[in-house]
DNA sequence: GATACTGGTTACCTCAACGATACCGGGATA
DNA sequence: TATCCCGGTATCGTTGAGGTAACCAGTATC
């Protein structure tokens, strides 16, 4: 729980966005990776989540608080200090990411492939959301 | 590839809906489901796949066959046919739905619980999709 | 007094997914 | 003549996740 998260721990570039597969909302899986190691502050969490607004992050970790994959920790001190850590039950999706991420090292680059092969039209917009 | 599919193979009322994990769009996990025992024409997926509109059918075939996760073979008879078939791509995404389901199966109780126990508020919508 | 830091909140907007409803072409069958 | 079957299209409307931008309370520090 010491050593700072990776900044680029999530390459927004990376064809993963293009992964068939979601686990919760948008955000949740990233989550669960940055809280492997330890329990992080909201601010903390901020940094490998490039991009993502205070808002949705709020939306994201209460939503994952009220489904008991997290828990939340509020210090009384100052400046504020928040800590979020995953639960037993938030843990056990990391096996779920695992198979999800197997899948796509074993098998996007066929998906990229036959999506390119289809030629011109992008067509419908299936299967475009961000992943890790 | 015979015998034809059960119209009730996904119950519309399971809290699977509310399984955290999802593959494809909405349709595509149940889609796959059903072809998993051989092709199937489009009007026989519209019997497991309660409500569906053919729009949304064909929506979700079309992406999946851009990415090679089925193919499309019409015959010129009529009245016409067109059989569905899942590619080997496809089939592939059944070891992860079995990973799915086998997550469901063991946790999804537990965040039922938590939601429940957390109280009044529905909160912020995550985890509402139909799954199987 | 001004500014910064933390952990948010509030109001507003956009856009794609999804759904409801209606219609269609062509051959076969009554 | 009319109707059915099959595999779709066309058009419209709704919904909600997610994004943008601005603001806030309380303390500490300059």
């Known amino acids: ?19 068939p597969i979601q686990i919760g909302d948008k955000w949740t899986a990233m989550v669960v990776l940055c ?9 903390e969490l901020r940094t490998p989540l490039r991009g993502i607004t205070p808002k949705v992050l709020t939306q994201t970790l209460r939503a994952m608080e009220r489904d008991g994959l997290v828990t939340r920790t509020a210090y009384d001190e100052n400046p504020p200090r928040v800590e979020y850590e995953l639960t037993a039950l ?7 990411i695992d198979a999800a991420r197997a899948w796509s090292k074993e098998h996007l680059p066929a998906l990229l492939e036959a999506r390119r092969a289809h030629g011109s039209d992008p067509g419908p917009a299936l299967l475009k959301r961000p992943g890790t």
Do not use: I
């Not at 492997?36 to 601010?43: D, K, V």
């Open 90 to 96: 938030g843990r056990s999706l990391l096996t779920l």
């Open 1 to 19: 729980m010491a050593e700072p998260l990776d900044p680029e721990m999530f390459d927004p570039v990376c064809p993963s966005s293009a992964m």
């Open 35 to 43: 809280l492997e190691r330890g329990p992080r502050r909201f601010t």
